[in-house]
């Protein structure tokens, strides 16, 4: 296989003040077309993993943006809405506060009669039978 040789330089920071850095700290290294084309591949696969997320930060960013346009008409809303009840409460009449019924009054109770049905399972089920046969005729 062919190998492919690759040109590393050092960092910037270590570069600073020196003359044609280039040629004096390059380091080669060599890669077989393989190993360069899977390094080339990895590459473009997390620059596109990056412009994914960049779409997502922008994406929630414009949420939120649009989230505390909402808040901030709901709350226009509350503050008229509340401004309209204490409009509303000013022109009704005022009422003196009513007297609690002592405990001693009690509210007469009603009874609710039930009906149950004193019919066995078994003669429902021959009723439920006979009608389905009436309807199926």
Avoid: W
């Avoid at 492919?4 to 850095?21: E, N, R, T, W």
């Amino acid at each position: 296989m062919k190998k492919k040789k690759v040109k590393v330089s050092p960092s910037k920071a270590k570069l600073k003040g020196k003359k044609a850095p280039e040629e004096e700290n390059s380091v080669y290294i060599q890669l077989s077309q393989n190993e360069a084309a899977n390094s080339q591949r990895d590459i473009l696969s997390y620059q596109m993993e990056l412009i994914k997320m960049v779409k997502s930060i922008k994406k929630y960013e414009l949420l939120k943006e649009c989230e505390m346009r909402v808040k901030i008409e709901l709350k226009k809303i509350i503050k008229d809405f509340n401004e309209d009840m204490r409009n509303l409460e000013s022109n009704f009449p005022k009422v003196d506060k009513y007297s609690k019924k002592e405990k001693n009054q009690a509210i007469p109770e009603k009874k609710v009669e039930i009906e149950y049905y004193d019919e066995s399972l078994e003669t429902q089920l021959e009723q439920i039978r006979r009608k389905l046969e009436e309807i199926g005729r």
